[in-house]
Nanobody, 122 residues
Framework: VQLVESGGGLVQAGGSLRLSCAASGRTFTSYAMGWFRQAPGKEREFVASISWSSGIRYYADSVRGRFTISRDNAKNTLYLQMGRLKPEDTAVYYC????????????????WGQGTQVTVSS
């Protein structure tokens, strides 16, 4: 499966942004999906994940209540709605796909997009 993120940009603290991840190739519903992010000088970290049916969702503590992960299987697209953004949310955001269950560990994801930059100004 090929993954392409979009929707990143520059936003003021407190604002909102929606990221999209378009998938192509193998059947989208074969995969659980996740969002990860990497800030400058830091390791990549888990943000959120979702099962193929959207029945299971996980969030990092740092974004729970502010971010919402969703997917539209008819459009082969994954979303991350981000609200009440903070400067510490600044990072490159990656979507990823894994066959099987939605998980929070990076090594479980085999397929990755190229990333989209999100910058939150104070």
């Amino acid at each position: 499966v090929q993954l392409v993120e979009s929707g990143g940009g520059l936003v003021q603290a407190g604002g909102s942004l929606r990221l999209s991840c378009a998938a192509s190739g193998r059947t989208f519903t074969s995969y659980a999906m996740g969002w990860f992010r990497q800030a400058p000088g830091k390791e990549r970290e888990f943000v959120a994940s979702i099962s193929w049916s959207s029945g299971i969702r996980y969030y990092a503590d740092s974004v729970r209540g502010r971010f919402t992960i969703s997917r539209d299987n008819a459009k082969n697209t994954l979303y991350l709605q981000m609200g009440r953004l903070k400067p510490e949310d600044t990072a490159v955001y990656y979507c990823a796909a894994t066959v099987g269950m939605a998980v929070t560990t990076e090594y479980a994801y085999k397929y990755w997009g190229q990333g989209t930059q999100v910058t939150v100004s104070s």
